[in-house]
């Protein structure tokens, strides 16, 4: 398998443009999530998926913030309009349930995000 | 809440050991612990579970002292290899829901 894909793994931007980060997870995985990553709060979750629904959107930083996933295969986290602080690398993981109810979660490369 | 970490940052020689702490203030179910090198993604190193036993990965042990909500990571006879970031990420409760909070990390350096 070739892993969690992401892409792009570099985007430059400027304040107010459309960003759109993209994640393909494990074939087969059913759980996927997006996190953020800086020096200053380490990696931290935005949003979870589970079966292609949303079920924990609670760390979205704010409304500029969306993401989808329109099928097993695909998600999008999208930032309208961006702004300097969200410069941070984006991780995208994928898991799927083992038994006891716990599961590893496998990380993408990641998206290494610049907003001038 | 986030766990925390201690220390935030250790330097070793090669050869030498550490240990990494990850405490939380919730009652927890499993703590997972990924090493992250540089310019790289994370990657799982082992989970342990409520009422588990200790876990091993290569020369790399961790513990899970339910009581005190308190995860250790042992790193014994460390090589070059260990060095990165080391988090402890924890799910709580009853483990349904799959929510891990990963803690700032502990940066390892192992030098020659």
């Known amino acids: 398998d070739a892993g969690v894909i992401q892409s792009p793994r570099h985007e430059v931007t400027e304040m107010g443009q459309e960003v759109t980060l993209r994640c393909k997870p494990i074939?087969?995985?059913?759980?996927l999530f997006w996190y953020r990553q800086t020096m200053m709060r380490g990696l931290e979750l935005l949003i979870y998926f589970n079966n292609n629904v949303p079920i924990d959107d609670s760390g979205m930083p704010e409304d500029r913030f969306s993401a989808k996933m329109p099928n097993a295969s695909f998600s999008t986290l999208k930032i309208q309009p961006s702004e300097p602080r969200d410069s941070a690398v984006y991780f995208c993981?994928?898991?799927?349930?083992?038994?006891?109810?716990?599961?590893?979660?496998?990380f993408g490369p990641g998206t290494r995000l610049t907003v001038l | 809440q986030q766990p925390v970490q201690s220390p935030q940052a250790v330097i070793l020689r090669e050869g030498e050991d550490a240990v990494i702490n990850c405490s939380s203030s919730?009652?927890?179910?499993?703590v997972h612990w990924y090493r992250q090198k540089h310019g790289e993604a994370p990657v799982f190193l082992m989970i342990l579970l409520k009422g588990g036993e200790q876990m091993r990965h290569e020369k790399i042990s961790a513990s899970f002292n339910e009581k005190k909500q308190q995860s250790s990571l042992y790193l014994t006879a460390s090589q070059l290899s260990y060095s990165g970031t080391y988090f402890c990420?924890?799910?709580?409760?009853?483990?349904?829901?799959?929510?891990?909070?990963f803690g700032i990390g502990t940066k390892l350096q192992v030098i020659p």
């Open positions: 919730k009652a927890l179910y499993s």
């Open positions: 990420g924890t799910l709580g409760g009853s483990g349904g829901y799959q929510k891990v909070t």
């Open positions: 074939s087969g995985h059913n759980s």
């Open positions: 993981a994928s898991s799927s349930p083992l038994a006891g109810g716990t599961d590893t979660q496998y």
